[in-house]
């Protein structure tokens, strides 16, 4: 399905800072250009070829590639793993930092030794709780929150100070620093001013939920213009096809924090597994052509839940292929 994209001129650069400037995702965004990002979700085994599978369907797609860590709580290979699988392929990595596996000792370990590897474009995030994933008995850390998180990585590059106040010899780390939002999670009017508090804490991009409400959407994004918050902080809004009806009923009433309206599951209802997926890919390409017209849209996040394959396709029915190379 090949959808008219907006012809727009590109956007004015947002002042996210004079560090992270090794980040192919922040070069994107600093020209003004619209952004891309894909979610790549590691394998629950150490199966290297379905690593190595993923990083062949999606390279070339996005602007960087985020890389969830341990996915609604369940265990899969470290994100450090895979960031570094897919920086070795050429592909710049998101690697995910959660507060829920790891006190503030092993977070900025896993940051040093991500740095180590050239892999400083990164996303902080709570994560979700133990009781959603497959170990529920496991008693989550959360020693920080996200937003000290952040803090904690803007200090370490920018007074080049661990979190204690001890100085980082010689180097200090280049890291570019993302945040996640939620505008489908009450109250709503407290989304806006948490992301206030994040930018404050030094987040210069963030990615959202997946979006399929963009009503809802749509009013977050003009708090946040109000507010002028889309001028401080790349924001790019989570989109994504939706497989099968099956998918869209557990991410509707299984999955915490999303929202999955009930227009999605009729037009999936009966129809034949493979129509199913087409209208899944309409509807993933429906909604993204929609929020990318929304103002302070900077980019997209692609989320195409165990299906890759699909990401090719949406990224060059909505004219976002080829990448531009800076």
Known sequence: MNLPTPSAAPAAPINTGLTGASSNLAKVINSGQFAVCVEVSPPVGPNVEAIQREIKTLKGYGDAYNVTDNQSAVVHVSSLAVSIMLKQAGMEPVIQFTCRDRNRLGIQSDMLGASVFGVNTMLCLSGDHPI?????????????????????????RNNQVFENGKQIPKIAPDFYIGAVENPFAPPYDYRPMRLAKKIVAGAQFVQTQLIFNVDRFRE???????????????????????????????????????????????????????????????????????????????????????????????????????????
């Open 132 to 156: 959603w994933g497959d170990h529920p008995q496991c008693k989550p850390v959360y020693d920080m929150d996200s937003i000290n998180v952040i803090r904690m990585a803007r200090m370490m």
């Open 220 to 326: 977050f994004m003009k708090r946040v213009v109000d507010l002028g918050l889309h001028e401080k902080i790349a924001i790019l809004a989570g989109v994504g096809p939706m497989r099968s009806l099956r998918g869209a009923e557990y991410m509707k009433n299984e999955v915490a924090g999303m929202d999955v309206p009930d227009w999605v599951l009729k037009r999936l209802e009966g129809l034949s597994k493979e129509d199913q997926a087409k209208a899944g890919l309409d509807i993933g390409c429906e909604v993204a052509n929609q929020v990318r017209e929304i103002e302070g849209v900077r980019g997209l996040h692609i989320m195409a839940v165990s299906w890759p394959a699909a990401v090719p396709e949406l990224c060059k029915n909505l004219g976002l292929f080829p990448r531009p190379v800076l």
